[in-house]
């Protein structure tokens, strides 16, 4: 495993292009001076012992530093011990809706976006707990499995959107199977599957799995998205602007509704509670809060603790390049004008 002891070294790449371009564009300049002072075969022989060349492997060699010393400032670190840490927490699966009917903006700043920042704050809190996500639409899909890496975890739920899964619809029913398949049924922990969507179900029926989810002890929690009264889904253009709502093929605009009657049976029949999301309220706080005070199970994963630091490899090469760069001069190398084999030969750059 690599890990970086201060990432925020690694901002100071951004310097590579910058330089990079910095340089293109004096060799640019230097050019056009070159042309207004003389022509190009004429300034070949009044500078003939100058070297472009050489000029561009001594650009080259101070950009590769830049990026050894701003990688070495990270200080990359590599794992050399791995060991099985105990922990003491529960499972908790989240069933994120990523169908297109929580872009709507009922709950600010839409659906979905209110669900993501919900799921990033209870991760920041988590301490021990196993987090695991689940997305679904017509279908469901892991997006990664129980994990105590936080910081992954926060990765992953970034890139979901409504193009996440393929497939249209909201199949509730089949997240709660998935999560089934994916919780480790050979530790002791409490499981809990938390669902977060606006209640509409389209493919199939979801009270069969959350009744079998119920009595294998799992605790489910619904958050509702929405509202009852429904809202429109709108659409965007590539450069952000609103241009229009979702419509069905008679024109009308779609309205998304949230079926509250559905997701607090859900939760009745896995002993949980059904939780209305609000603008104000942060509804998977108060769901980790009930969670928190459950009994906690011990359990052992395989973490690594012991890293061996690696920046002195990055720092001794960008030294070493910084002194090849200094050596180098920006003149032709007699020698090695002798063995080239293009020697004597011109070209007319003025035609």
Excluded at 250 to 278: C, H, M, P, S
Aim: charged share 25%; no cysteine; proline share 4%.
């Amino acid at each position: 495993m690599i890990r970086f002891a201060h990432p925020e070294y690694l901002y100071w790449l951004a310097l590579v292009p910058l330089t990079a371009a910095l340089f293109w564009f004096v060799a640019r300049k230097r050019k056009e001076a070159r042309e207004k002072f003389a022509s190009l075969g004429m300034f070949d022989r009044l500078a003939a012992d100058s070297s472009g060349s050489k000029r561009a492997l001594k650009s080259s060699l101070l950009i590769a530093a830049i990026a050894f010393i701003a990688l070495g400032l990270a200080n990359p670190q590599v794992g050399i011990r791995q060991e099985e840490v105990k922990q003491e927490g529960v499972d908790i699966f989240i069933a994120l809706d990523v169908s297109l009917s929580m872009k709507a903006e009922d709950v600010k700043p839409n659906r979905l976006a209110k669900a993501k920042y919900e799921i990033g704050n209870l991760i920041s809190k988590l301490a021990g707990d196993r987090i695991g996500l689940i997305i679904f639409s017509g279908e469901s899909y892991v997006q990664f499995p129980l994990t105590t890496d936080y910081s992954a975890a926060d990765l992953f739920l970034d890139v979901v959107d409504v193009e996440s899964v393929p497939t249209p619809g909201t199949a509730i029913g089949s997240a709660i199977e998935q999560a089934m398949k994916s919780f480790n049924w050979d530790t002791p922990t409490k499981k809990v599957l938390v669902i977060i969507t606006d209640g509409e179900d389209t493919e199939g029926d979801a009270m069969v799995p959350a009744d079998d989810a119920g009595k294998k002890g799992v605790l489910i929690y619904t958050i509702g998205m929405g509202s009852s009264a429904g809202a429109p889904i709108p659409i965007y253009d590539a450069s952000g602007r609103q241009v229009d709502f979702k419509k069905d093929r008679a024109g009308n605009v779609v309205l998304t509704k949230l079926d509250e009657t559905a997701l607090e049976k859900i939760a009745t029949l896995g002993n949980g509670k059904y939780f209305r999301a609000t603008n104000s309220q942060d509804e998977l706080d108060a769901i980790y809060k009930e969670v928190n005070a459950l009994q906690k199970s011990e359990f052992g994963s395989k973490q690594f603790t012991e890293f061996e630091d690696q920046f002195q490899y990055f720092i001794g090469a960008a030294i070493v390049l910084l002194l090849i760069e200094l050596s180098l001069s920006d003149k032709k190398v007699p020698w090695l004008q002798k063995i080239n084999p293009f020697r004597g030969i011109t070209v007319d750059r003025e035609q």
